[in-house]
């Protein structure tokens, strides 16, 4: 399964239930923006980390070729709270870069460890953030779906009550309509007969 890129988080829609939703839309979206705005710092902080060992890779380039490099400013990896811990100062490398070779290549080394370790760090935390924006996805469908499941199951039992209700409607009909007939049936024999008096109903 292809990773999620920040637009498709960005963009991830929830498909909406037809009786009612079972979270605030608003809420989901907030979410949803919190993830893409983590994945580009992430994303940032890892470009920020591919320049400077891109420059570190040139500098090296020339000192092997014997040329004279004048270092303005030494080579500074931004600290990032994920690997703050962990992450040396390489500011005296760039001091003696000029002169000492070898300095240089352990620098290049070092930015190339630091490079791998922000990038590695990065794509774990890239990763949480998506592996709960999907179990946050998951859960509100699965939710949502108990919630329709729900909904049907007390409209079923409302509709046979009303079913019921009808036939026993329906058969109330049928009685008071025999008795009426049966009255009235009576009622005319009784006139024909010369009986005024009057039949009882039912």
């Known amino acids: 399964m292809a990773l999620l890129t920040t637009e498709d988080v960005l963009h991830k829609r929830f498909q909406p239930t037809k009786f009612r939703e079972g979270y605030d839309q608003d809420e989901v979206d907030d979410f949803l923006d919190e993830v893409a705005e983590t994945l580009r710092v992430v994303t940032a902080e890892n470009d920020e980390l591919r320049e400077k060992l891109a420059a570190a ?3 090296i380039a020339e000192l092997s070729q014997g040329g004279e490099i004048h270092v303005s400013e030494p ?3 931004p600290e990032v709270s994920s690997v703050k811990d962990t992450t040396p100062d390489v500011s005296a490398f760039g001091a003696t ?9 352990s620098m290049l080394r070092l930015a190339q460890r630091l490079h791998d ?3 590695a760090n990065g794509r774990k935390e890239g990763d949480r953030l998506v592996a709960e924006a999907h179990v946050e996805g998951q859960r509100i469908i699965r939710e949502a779906e108990e919630q329709h499941s729900r909904t049907l199951a007390k409209l079923e ?3 046979s009550l009303l ?19 049966t009255y009235l049936e009576g009622l005319v024999a ?8 009057r039949p009882t109903l039912g």
């Open 117 to 119: 370790e922000y990038v």
């Open 157 to 159: 039992q409302e509709r």
């Open 57 to 59: 890779e040139r500098r």
């Open 190 to 197: 009784h006139v024909n007969d010369g009986n005024l008096d």
């Open 97 to 105: 870069s000029e002169a000492d070779p070898e300095g240089a290549t």
């Open 75 to 77: 080579v500074v990896v």
């Open 163 to 181: 079913e019921r209700k009808i036939d026993e409607l329906r058969e109330f009909e049928r009685d008071y309509r025999s008795s009426l007939k």
